[in-house]
């Protein structure tokens, strides 16, 4: 059997008339056989607010109300003649309501995966009855049923051996002659508690599900025509490119492109299975297939930008060896799960950021390690920064190849560089203010 997976993202779900593109778009492939939604645009956020505490009544009330005029408005374009899918909509509602006003919510990552979990569910309930509206044989499944992970809540790891065996036993079945929506996002633990897998991966669910079934393309469909040179919004002259290797992929997903969450690739990659970015508001205009080797590799293929950076500096106690001392770091770091993407080192100090975003379960444990660090060293945080990364190949193997991107950058601030560690990017921590005109400037030149 022909199957091809494919995934839309919030802004494909986020009203009635995303949801019809979404069907539409489905309906021309019979190789799609499975569909893994996100939650519509804008919920995931208003349900992190809610777990993060600290809002007034009256702000609970709005969120609440914007949340339930989103799911409304896409309802009211249903039939839904026996009033089923309603009187679902309505317990959840008041479910989620209900989680939400629990005082030990925002203390609790067990009970804010719960709620975030509401978002996918509410999105696979609606756009089910918009396949099955349309005459398609449209069936709604559980990922929890299949994709069982760790207890790492917030930042989940599936069972991959576990999901491939699950997923052939339970989920492959219904393929022969039903379409399946199912959650991105979601896992569960053996003993039953709801995960998730970070922000993003609703792509990783994608990713997992076309390994475990074998399919012969997994197709990432959001807003844009595919993976862009840099961002368009920053520089007009910024291309869709057609193609793209796993590596370069990886990169840019990792330091900051919107398209791709970092962990989607591992999957596909160990099946050799291409990855497809599209747009589903055009889906004429095509996309970037992401494959193990392309036919071209450049120097220079794109420039990505992640915002928000912090740098942290760790002055080395006295009596301690640096040695001693970067084991006990990263001892620090890894109890809470946390990475470093820039590190530089001296006889006295340490400086890394961190990938931790103020509104991820990530940002907590961010604090807890910096507090645990301030415990043995001097910490000192600097904020207002961000990370530029040019992504290609080879990028440390020709002459030439780095003296004109350094050129380029005589008269940028940097803060932080980072080389070397693979030849496949180039990494520049600066001042916010400076980012955007240097990537304009990055982009004019080396393209």
């Given at each position: 059997?022909?199957?091809?997976?494919?995934?839309?993202?919030?802004?494909?779900?986020?009203?009635?008339?995303?949801?019809?593109?979404?069907?539409?778009?489905?309906?021309?492939?019979?190789?799609?056989?499975?569909?893994?939604?996100?939650?519509?645009?804008?919920?995931?956020?208003?349900?992190?607010?809610?777990?993060?505490?600290?809002?007034?009544?009256?702000?609970?009330?709005?969120?609440?109300?914007?949340?339930?005029?989103?799911?409304?408005?896409?309802?009211?374009?249903?039939?839904?003649?026996?009033?089923?899918?309603?009187?679902?909509?309505?317990?959840?509602?008041?479910?989620?309501?209900?989680?939400?006003?629990?005082?030990?919510?925002?203390?609790?990552?067990?009970?804010?995966?719960?709620?975030?979990?509401?978002?996918?569910?509410?999105?696979?309930?609606?756009?089910?009855?918009?396949?099955?509206?349309?005459?398609?044989?449209?069936?709604?499944?559980?990922?929890?049923?299949?994709?069982?992970?760790?207890?790492?809540?917030?930042?989940?790891?599936?069972?991959?051996?576990?999901?491939?065996?699950?997923?052939?036993?339970?989920?492959?079945?219904?393929?022969?002659?039903?379409?399946?929506?199912?959650?991105?996002?979601?896992?569960?633990?053996?003993?039953?508690?709801?995960?998730?897998?970070?922000?993003?991966?609703?792509?990783?669910?994608?990713?997992?599900?076309?390994?475990?079934?074998?399919?012969?393309?997994?197709?990432?469909?959001?807003?844009?025509?595919?993976v862009y040179s840099t961002d368009p919004r920053i520089v007009s002259?910024?291309?869709?490119?057609?193609?793209?290797?796993?590596?370069?992929?990886?990169?840019?997903?990792?330091?900051?492109?919107?398209?791709?969450?970092?962990?989607?690739?591992?999957?596909?990659?160990?099946?050799?299975?291409?990855?497809?970015?599209?747009?589903?508001?055009?889906?004429?205009?095509?996309?970037?297939?992401?494959?193990?080797?392309?036919?071209?590799?450049?120097?220079?293929?794109?420039?990505?930008r992640r915002r928000e950076q912090k740098l942290v500096t760790l002055?080395?106690?006295?009596?301690?060896?640096?040695?001693?001392?970067?084991?006990?770091?990263?001892?620090?770091?890894?109890?809470?799960?946390?990475?470093?993407?820039?590190?530089?080192?001296?006889?006295?100090?340490?400086?890394?950021?961190?990938?931790?975003?103020?509104?991820?379960?990530?940002?907590?444990?961010?604090?807890?390690?910096?507090?645990?660090?301030?415990?043995?060293?001097?910490?000192?945080?600097?904020?207002?920064?961000?990370?530029?990364?040019?992504?290609?190949?080879?990028?440390?193997?020709?002459?030439?190849?780095?003296?004109?991107?350094?050129?380029?950058?005589?008269?940028?601030?940097?803060?932080?560089?980072?080389?070397?560690?693979?030849?496949?990017?180039?990494?520049?921590?600066?001042?916010?203010?400076?980012?955007?005109?240097?990537?304009?400037?990055?982009?004019?030149?080396?393209?």
């Amino acid at each position: 059997m022909s199957l091809v997976i494919s995934k839309f993202g919030g802004t494909s779900v986020k009203n009635f008339k995303s949801m019809q593109n979404c069907v539409n778009l489905v309906m021309r492939n019979q190789a799609r056989k499975v569909v893994v939604t996100s939650a519509p645009s804008g919920i995931t956020n208003n349900l992190v607010a809610l777990g993060d505490g600290g809002l007034t009544h009256q702000q609970r009330i709005e969120i609440f109300q914007q949340i339930e005029q989103q799911l409304h408005d896409i309802l009211n374009m249903l039939v839904d003649t026996n009033g089923l899918i309603s009187d679902r909509l309505s317990i959840m509602l008041n479910d989620m309501r209900e989680l939400a006003s629990d005082p030990e919510l925002n203390i609790c990552p067990e009970k804010q995966d719960w709620l975030l979990s509401y978002g996918e569910r509410f999105a696979s309930l609606l756009l089910t009855q918009c396949f099955i509206e349309k005459g398609v044989n449209a069936v709604e499944f559980d990922i929890r049923e299949i994709l069982l992970t760790d207890e790492n809540h917030g930042s989940a790891t599936p069972n991959t051996a576990a999901l491939g065996l699950l997923a052939k036993d339970l989920l492959k079945p219904k393929l022969e002659n039903k379409l399946v929506i199912t959650q991105g996002f979601l896992g569960k633990t053996e003993s039953g508690k709801t995960t998730t897998l970070g922000r993003g991966g609703s792509d990783y669910t994608a990713a997992l599900l076309s390994e475990a079934l074998d399919a012969e393309k997994c197709e990432i469909w959001t807003d844009v025509a595919g993976v862009y040179s840099t961002d368009p919004r920053i520089v007009s002259e910024a291309f869709p490119l057609p193609e793209l290797s796993y590596d370069e992929a990886a990169e840019m997903a990792n330091f900051g492109a919107k398209v791709l969450h970092p962990a989607t690739l591992a999957p596909t990659l160990r099946a050799g299975i291409p990855v497809f970015v599209g747009s589903t508001k055009e889906p004429e205009k095509g996309g970037t297939t992401i494959v193990q080797d392309c036919e071209q590799e450049p120097h220079y293929r794109a420039i990505t930008r992640r915002r928000e950076q912090k740098l942290v500096t760790l002055q080395t106690p006295k009596l301690l060896r640096t040695n001693q001392f970067i084991g006990k770091v990263f001892s620090v770091l890894d109890k809470f799960g946390l990475s470093v993407d820039l590190i530089t080192t001296s006889e006295t100090s340490i400086s890394l950021t961190l990938n931790a975003g103020d509104q991820t379960n990530l940002a907590s444990a961010s604090k807890g390690a910096l507090s645990e660090l301030s415990q043995m060293c001097d910490v000192e945080i600097t904020s207002g920064l961000d990370l530029i990364t040019i992504v290609g190949n080879k990028l440390h193997q020709n002459n030439g190849v780095t003296s004109k991107i350094f050129a380029l950058l005589e008269d940028v601030s940097l803060r932080m560089i980072s080389y070397g560690a693979n030849p496949h990017n180039i990494s520049f921590l600066l001042d916010a203010s400076d980012s955007e005109s240097t990537i304009k400037k990055l982009h004019s030149g080396l393209f």
